[in-house]
């Protein structure tokens, strides 16, 4: 009698919702401490950018070592009555939620003639690790339940459309509150805590903080109800075992000699890279590059909503008639390009109508191609992890993805926070004295993402995933 297989799971309606929720509410406050923090510590609180960048390099360092640690404790975890991942997002919540409003709120701010004041950089420090250990557990048993939780090509599809829209407008709404309180300011230029300007900053910014952290709570909630492990209860019991801390590192062997998977974390590193050097330049190249004041600063607003869902539209329709891997490179590929025309921002004489012309031009093409990146890499990594799961020498695939999920996306999250800790440490560099307000570094430095864009693209191509791979579980 031939054995008869259950059906695949997926997620759907009301579940498919509330699991992408992790996708608006993570991202919210995560996407304005990466992008603003920089902002808000070297030109309010005045700390020096140097140390800003150790800090934010740190953290995403060692954030990237728990992401490993994490991603093997939560696989060889014995499943009990909450399941075998949920249970974690309820100890590592409180502890993000409560950091995501603390690292607003330093006791201390560098004194007006010295920008290396210790207190406040030990503060900044420690309360922004504490933050990314939390974020990288919370976030890497998010992700790892995506091969578990959808075991269709086509769900996993709509699963990254959904996630990917509301990473967008997470991205545009945590930026667009910051750019409110920057445009009402009487002067852009001069934010210290000491003037006018930077009160205004060191009023309203907690308060943002507050609000995305709260709808943060929620939506990590949101996923902790949406998500059903209860297949769990059906597979053979495993035998519970002590893990050492180099049986943990040993447990990344299996996606590391991944090749395939190795080619999409490393393009996944450089495109890091670019995308943390576009998220620090954000507010100092509207600043001291444009020169922008009052209402012009929603301009980038405008830019970021119809830049990154337009090519996110464009995206959604041209996956459906291309190979997932081909729209990948044409995705990288304009990103390229949109980095390589930011040279012509280097024209001292080009009018201020063709500078805002320009820039429209070329940060609405990398931000929509930045942003339609996971709509791609979502379903090739869950397929890449089901494969694994299926070649493992496990006869219960659900069992076998149990194992192995978490390594595969801690290792993966590893790889993709070094790129943002290498750029933030970069930049920093860059950026430390009198080169924070630089047209011309500033300028540069944006031009640089289409050097780390093209390195992406090229790894990208290398990548020999099976059409067969790819959709055998539609």
């Not at 075991?151 to 990254?160: D, H």
């Not at 949101?222 to 590192?249: G, Q």
Request: proline share 5%; aromatic share 14%.
């Amino acid at each position: 009698m031939e054995e008869i297989l259950p059906l695949p799971r997926e997620l759907n309606g009301k579940r498919l919702i509330g699991y992408s929720m992790g996708d608006l509410g993570l991202s919210l406050g995560n996407i304005f401490t990466g992008v603003f923090v920089f902002q808000y510590y070297v030109y309010t609180i005045n700390l020096n950018a140097l140390f800003v960048s150790v800090g934010v390099t740190v953290q995403l360092i060692i954030g990237a070592l728990f992401s490993i640690i994490f991603g093997v404790i939560i696989d060889k975890k014995k499943p009990g009555k909450l399941g075998k991942r949920r249970p974690f997002l309820l100890i590592g919540l409180p502890i993000w939620f409560i950091t995501g409003i603390l690292i607003w709120i330093p006791p201390w701010y560098c004194p007006e003639g010295n920008s290396m004041y210790i207190p406040t950089a030990i503060y900044f420090w420690v309360v922004i690790i504490i933050r990314s250990i939390s974020r990288s557990l919370l976030f890497n048993v998010y992700v790892s339940m995506l091969p578990e939780q959808s075991q269709t090509l086509k769900n996993r599809e709509s699963v990254a459309s959904v996630r990917s829209g509301f990473s967008i407008t997470a991205s545009i709404v945590a930026l667009m509150l910051p750019l409110i309180i920057q445009s009402i300011v009487e002067d852009p230029t001069n934010v210290k805590w000491w003037q006018p300007s930077g009160k205004i900053i060191l009023f309203y910014i907690p308060i943002i903080a507050v609000c995305f952290a709260i709808f943060g709570l929620i939506a990590v909630l949101l996923i902790f109800f949406s998500v059903d492990e209860s297949f769990h209860k059906t597979s053979p019991p495993s035998e519970k075992k002590k893990i050492s801390l180099i049986e943990t590192f040993k447990g990344m062997a299996l996606p590391a000699k991944d090749r395939n998977f190795r080619y999409l974390v490393m393009a996944g590193f450089f495109g890091g890279i670019a995308g943390k050097i576009l998220g620090l330049l954000v507010f100092p190249f509207q600043t001291y590059v444009l020169k922008f004041t009052a209402g012009f600063f929603f301009v980038y607003v405008l830019i970021s909503v119809f830049g990154k869902f337009g090519w996110y539209f464009v995206w959604m329709k041209l996956r459906k008639r291309n190979h997932l891997l081909r729209s990948y490179s044409i995705a990288m590929l304009l990103a390229v390009i949109a980095s390589f025309f930011g040279m012509f921002f280097l024209i001292g004489i080009l009018p201020f109508e063709m500078q805002l012309i320009l820039y429209i031009l070329t940060w609405s093409t990398v931000l929509g191609s930045m942003y339609s990146l996971p709509l791609f890499s979502i379903p090739i990594t869950a397929a890449l992890v089901h494969e694994a799961a299926e070649n493992a020498d496990e006869s219960n695939i659900d069992k076998a993805m149990s194992k192995i999920s978490g390594s595969y996306y801690g290792l993966s999250q590893f790889i993709a926070s070094m790129g943002p800790a290498t750029a933030s440490l970069i930049v920093g560099f860059i950026l430390s004295g009198p080169n924070e307000e630089n047209a011309i570094i500033l300028i540069l430095l944006f031009i640089s993402m289409g050097l780390f864009y093209l390195i992406a693209l090229f790894i990208i191509r290398k990548i020999k995933v099976k059409q067969t791979s790819l959709y055998k579980y539609q």
